[in-house]
């Protein structure tokens, strides 16, 4: 009985001595992950609206459009996205058929690309004719300059007749529709003066070339 009371005496000294905790949590037996210092954090970012996006991909701010443009020394923006003074031509007086002058210049540029409102003021009207194709009319501020975009691809999404245009706003895009040589995208130019805009369709033509290069 004494040799029993002794081992149980020795057992009880050797768990104290390891340290063991007879009523430890069950859970406190459960493996952490450790870190790894060498990991980076992931960023959280917010998710991108695809309205931010233009068509070649890159991310637009608000206003980009008219901020990346550059008045010319006539007040005017060459209303085709890109395109330097440099690269006009000036075909004002271009002969066509008929006998008609050209009355206006002609802006080279892929298809596709972004036309501008050279001055600011009011789509008076939209309008595909055999001649210029898909159209837009735009009456200045002054209610007596008119602007005149033809041969575009398309339209701006949403743009509509009566719609209030500040200088370098979208009206469409470069294009070959109407009487244009098919595949020689450009946009028509044209600008002229009324005395009476209801009568928008004709006036006295200006040469856009001097006001959009500065010559």
């Known amino acids: 009985m004494r040799a029993l009371l002794a081992l149980l005496v020795l057992l009880s000294a050797c768990r104290l001595e390891s340290g ?39 991310t637009l701010e608000a206003d980009d459009t008219r901020s990346d443009l550059e008045v010319e020394p006539g007040g005017l923006l060459i209303p085709v996205v890109g ?27 892929p298809r596709g690309r972004m036309v501008v409102a050279a001055a600011p003021g009011r789509v008076v009207r939209l309008f595909t004719s055999d001649k210029g194709g898909i159209t837009a009319y735009v009456l200045g501020t002054d209610d007596r300059t008119v602007y005149y975009y033809a041969h575009l691809d398309a339209y701006a999404d949403g743009l509509e007749d009566g719609d209030v245009l500040q200088q370098g706003d979208p009206i469409g895009t470069v294009g070959d529709t109407g009487n244009a040589v098919p595949e020689s995208t450009h946009l028509h130019f044209a600008i002229w003066t009324v005395d009476d805009p209801a009568d928008f369709w004709d006036g006295e033509t200006v040469n856009p070339y001097p006001l959009l290069t500065g010559e």
């Open 20 to 58: 063991t905790d007879l009523e430890a949590d069950p859970d406190s037996t459960a493996i952490e992950i450790p870190v790894l210092e060498d990991e980076v954090p992931v960023r959280d970012e917010a998710p991108m609206d695809s309205s931010d996006l233009d068509a070649t991909g890159s």
């Open 83 to 109: 395109v330097p003074p440099s690269e006009l031509v000036d075909t004002y007086r271009a002969a066509r058929s008929e006998g008609r002058s050209h009355d206006a210049i002609d802006i080279m540029a």
